[in-house]
C-alpha cells in the first residue's frame, strides 16, 4: 500500500506566515553538487523583510502548490537599499516534488521566469526566548550559540550565520559552535554545501567559535577518522562517523551541569532532530536543558 506523502502546505499549515505574495525574477542559477543547486531571487515587487532561518512558499509556473525552500541569504540582501535586492535559496533534486523538480530543469527554460514567494516559519533568530535569555542576568561574554545541521539542514542557519556575522559589534561576546553532519557523494569536502561559505566567516573572524564537520557515506572513505582540517583560514574538526548527543556536550554542559546561557538549534531529517532534541532536553538520561533553549526544524 502506497503512502501519500504531505505537502509543504500541509506540514506548515500550523506555522506562521505572510500574506502577501512576492514576485521576483529567476536571475542566477548554480551548481553547489550534483544534488544541490543555489538559486537567485531578484525582487520585483517589495520591499519584503524575514527574520534568518525562515522560508518562502515558493509558486513556480505551471504548478499550482508551493514548494517550501529556506532563504540561505541573510535579510540585507533583500534590503531595499541595495541595487539589486535578492533571497538566496538552496534547493537539493527531489524529482517527485513538482516545485523542486521545475527548478532543476535545464538553466535555459528557468532563467528569466517570474517566481511568486511568500515568507513563513518561526525557526528564527533571534528567537523569542533570546529577549528572556538576555535579561536572565547572562552577559555578553557567556552567551553561546550551538547550531546542528544534518545536510540541507544547513540551509536555514546559513542565513542565521551570515547575519550574525555582518554584527559583529551588535552581538559582540557570541559564541558559535557549529556542527555539521553531511553525507558525501565524492572525496571532496569542497562538495559539501556552505562548507566554503562557513569557514569564511569564522576564519575570517566574523564569528567568534569553532567547525566541527561529521561526514558519512562511501566516498568518506579515504577521510581519516578523526582529524583537523584548515579550511580558509578557519581550523575545522572532521570526524568520518555520524554526529551524537556526546559531541554537543561539552558546549552545553560543564562538569555535568547544563550551561544556562547556551541556546541550541538544530535543523535536520525527523529522526536526527527528535532524537538530539530529546536527548539535550531530558532529565533523565540527558542534558536537561530548558526545551524553550532547544529549538528545532525538520525537514523531509
Request: some cysteine; charged content about 25%; glycine content about 10%.
Amino acid at each position: 500500500m502506497s503512502t501519500k506523502k504531505t505537502s509543504h502546505l500541509e506540514r506548515t499549515a500550523a506555522e506562521p506566515r505572510e500574506k502577501e505574495l512576492y514576485e521576483t525574477r529567476l536571475a542566477r542559477v548554480d551548481q553547489v553538487n550534483e544534488r544541490v543547486r543555489l538559486f537567485r531571487l531578484e525582487l520585483l515587487s517589495g520591499p519584503i523583510s524575514f527574520l534568518p532561518g525562515q522560508w518562502l512558499d515558493t509558486f513556480v509556473p505551471g504548478t499550482p502548490k508551493a514548494g517550501g525552500f529556506t532563504i540561505t541569504s541573510p535579510p540585507s540582501a533583500a534590503s531595499a537599499a541595495r541595487q539589486h535586492p535578492y533571497l538566496e535559496l538552496a534547493v537539493q533534486e527531489s524529482p517527485d516534488n513538482a516545485p523542486a523538480a521545475w527548478l532543476w530543469r535545464p538553466r535555459d527554460e528557468i532563467l528569466g521566469a517570474t517566481v511568486k514567494v511568500r515568507v513563513g516559519g518561526s525557526f528564527v533568530f533571534p528567537p523569542p526566548a533570546w529577549a528572556s535569555w538576555e535579561e536572565g542576568g547572562r552577559t555578553r561574554s557567556r552567551r553561546k550559540l550551538v547550531l546542528v545541521a544534518g545536510g540541507v539542514g544547513v540551509n536555514p542557519l546559513m542565513s542565521m550565520l551570515s547575519h550574525i556575522g555582518e554584527r559583529t559589534e551588535e552581538l559582540r561576546g557570541l559564541e558559535v559552535e557549529m556542527a555539521y553532519g553531511s553525507r558525501m557523494s565524492s572525496g571532496d569536502l569542497g562538495e559539501i554545501v556552505f562548507l566554503d561559505r562557513i569557514t569564511r566567516l569564522f576564519g575570517e573572524g566574523k564569528i567568534r567559535g569553532s567547525v566541527s564537520l561529521f561526514v558519512t557515506g562511501t566516498s568518506a572513505d579515504g577521510i581519516p577518522e578523526t582529524g583537523r582540517r584548515h579550511i580558509n583560514g578557519a581550523e575545522v574538526e572532521v570526524h568520518r562517523r555520524r554526529l551524537t548527543i556526546e559531541d554537543l556536550r561539552p558546549w552545553v554542559a560543564i562538569d555535568g551541569e547544563t550551561v544556562e546561557s547556551t541556546m541550541v538549534f538544530l535543523c535536520g531529517p525527523p529522526t536526527m532532530t527528535d532524537e538530539l532534541a530529546a536527548r539535550l532536553t531530558s532529565k533523565d538520561d540527558g542534558l536537561g536543558m530548558d526545551p524553550e533553549h532547544v529549538l528545532t526544524e525538520k525537514w523531509w
